[in-house]
């Protein structure tokens, strides 16, 4: 019988490595395998505030984290969805909630019927037929109602927070747990010469970390998967153009908004993300088209309040590595690949990483099955992702800068490609596989970007104009209802989790 693995090493201690090491110390029970995780303070993690999606719930549940406690110590807020402000034409304005839109009726989409009464004359955005947006709008939040009858039952929610508070929270999870933490920077990696594996990590002070199993989570720098074992990275700038960030907090300029603003600008994109502490922003670009002082301008000219520091310069190209798991090593995090932060998506590849990794978990023959499907399933995961994403670009009808000229015309993966033919001719939206966004995702940003379907549902055509613009207006008046009794997300937060870490 082969042994089971015994000794794990995680190389990096950012989001990515605490969350893998708090995941593998509360699954894994380490009377049975040691874990020991380096990481460098010099070095630093990226932290820049972030945004999350609702599956992360399931993740800190997993880890059995009482939610009012991850609150205040990671100054976090609650989160509705994103709004997107200037994609389609300069302008628009549109949130992809992470509710649903309406009720599906008799087996049709929401959508069928709004496609209906809006050629019927009804001139309400499909926004307001989400519960998540209308109370975005209005600052309001309340955990979703237990009583699966009851109309608050279809809040879906994610948190914005400080990623490194995050990783400092987890890291005190994972060590109450028996994770071994080293501090020390990674100089040299040593391999096995007839396997090549990895066998250990040597520090810059002379000291050897062995192992049988390594999570490279060394960020950007994937000094294990991508500079040790020499897997190259899949380049998806022509996809994706944006590869800097410069970001800076503010302070806050009113209530804490329940949502994410994501703003398009003449060359990339601006995140505005609300912490309890402070407001993260973030201008994404690309340099072909704006340089760097041109962009910090652009950036401290977009905060509603004063900045708290100088705006940081990150630099990255969108892609991943062209395998996740090579010989005895897995890449999470920045160290696997990167997509722009647009739908916060980064920390859920992480998290997906790790699962999946666990419903693999080998014996110490590492069979070549297991990798195998993990780098399919990872590579799909990033796909599906990055389709979503590059959607925002390529739907926009903006002339007025030449990064929007060249997304507009650039060419675009066959897969998204054949989903908005889908979704042109008749409205229709699939999810693929166990793909992250869901239908209502994808018509949010499809409606959003301006993609009207030529026709929409034939049979749903067939019902009279006034039964189904009735049915459609009494959702509506039921969620402007339901969204009146909630309170403001400031009033929630505090009584919910007291005040935060500060
Ligand atoms: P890092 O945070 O870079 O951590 C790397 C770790 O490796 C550090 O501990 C470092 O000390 C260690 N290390 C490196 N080299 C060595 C060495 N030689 N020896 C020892 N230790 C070493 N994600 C979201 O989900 N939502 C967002 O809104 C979001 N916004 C983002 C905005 C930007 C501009 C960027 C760049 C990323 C954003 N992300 C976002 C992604 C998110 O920040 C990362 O996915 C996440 O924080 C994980 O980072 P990491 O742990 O992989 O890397």
Redesign the pocket.
């Known amino acids: 019988m082969v042994p089971p693995i015994k000794e794990i090493v995680i ?7 605490w969350m893998t090491a708090a995941a593998l110390s509360s699954l894994l029970a380490p009377k049975d395998v040691t874990i020991t995780l ?4 010099e ?6 505030g ?3 999606i609702p599956d992360l719930l399931n993740f800190n549940r997993m880890l059995g984290i009482d939610e009012a406690d991850f609150i205040r110590a990671t100054n976090a807020t609650f989160k509705l969805g994103i709004e997107f402000i200037d994609w389609g034409r300069k302008g628009d304005r549109y949130i992809h909630p992470f509710s649903n839109h309406g009720v599906d009726m008799n087996g049709f989409d929401f959508h069928q019927f709004w496609l209906h009464s809006r050629a019927a004359g009804n001139p309400y955005p499909i926004d307001d037929y989400s519960l998540c947006a209308i109370a975005a709008r209005q600052g309001k939040f309340t955990h979703p109602d237990p009583n699966p009858r009851a109309i608050r039952s279809h809040i879906r929610y994610a948190y914005h927070f400080d ?1 490194s508070l995050y ?1 400092r929270y987890l890291r005190a999870y994972a060590e109450k747990r028996g994770v071994r933490r080293i501090e ?4 040299t990696v040593i391999q096995t010469p007839e396997t090549g594996r990895i066998a250990e990590v040597k520090l810059e002070d002379g000291r050897s970390v062995d192992g049988e199993f390594f999570f490279d ?5 994937s ?1 294990l998967l991508g500079q040790t074992l020499g897997v190259r990275f899949n380049d998806w700038s022509h996809w994706l153009p944006c590869n800097s ?1 410069q ?1 800076v907090p503010s302070s806050h300029a009113g209530p804490l908004p329940p949502f994410t603003r994501a703003t398009a600008k003449a060359s990339g994109w601006q ?1 505005r ?1 609300p912490t309890q502490a402070r407001t993260g922003n ?1 201008h ?1 670009y690309c340099r072909d088209f704006i340089s760097d002082d041109e962009a910090a301008s652009v950036l401290l000219a977009g905060l509603d309040s004063e900045a708290l520091a100088s705006p940081r310069i ?1 630099r ?1 190209t969108a892609g991943h590595r062209q395998t996740f798991w090579e010989k005895n090593c897995i890449a ?4 696997a690949g ?1 997509l722009e ?1 647009l739908e ?5 590849l ?1 998290q997906e990483g790790i699962s999946r990794f666990i419903s693999l978990f080998p014996n110490a023959a590492l069979p070549e099955v297991f990798r195998h499907e993990y780098n399919r399933h990872m590579r799909t995961e990033f796909e599906q992702v990055r389709d979503f994403i590059i959607l925002h670009f390529t739907a926009t009808e903006r002339t007025d800068s030449p990064f929007w000229d060249y997304c507009r015309n650039m060419p675009i993966p066959d897969s998204l490609e054949h989903k908005i033919a889908l979704f042109r001719e008749g409205g229709r939206a699939f999810r693929c596989e166990d793909e992250l966004f869901s239908r209502p995702s994808w018509v949010a940003v499809f409606l959003g970007q301006n993609i009207i379907p030529k026709a929409y549902d034939p049979v749903v055509a067939t019902l009279p104009p006034p039964e189904v613009t009735a049915s459609v207006e009494s959702m509506r008046v039921a969620m402007i209802d339901a969204v009146s009794q909630m309170p403001t997300h400031e009033d929630y937060l505090a009584r919910y989790s007291g005040p935060a870490a500060g």
Do not use: H, M, N
Not at 38 to 41: A, K, L, N, Q
Not at 217 to 221: A, E, I, L, Q, V
């Open positions: 190389v990096g201690g950012g989001s990515a490595g380096v990481e460098s303070d070095i630093g993690i990226i932290g820049v972030e945004a999350t990623a990783a020390g920077k990674v100089q989570c060394s960020g950007f720098r000094l960030a970001a995140w993300i973030g994404i990150i990255f999470i995090g920045l160290a990167f932060p916060s998506t980064s920390i859920y992480i």
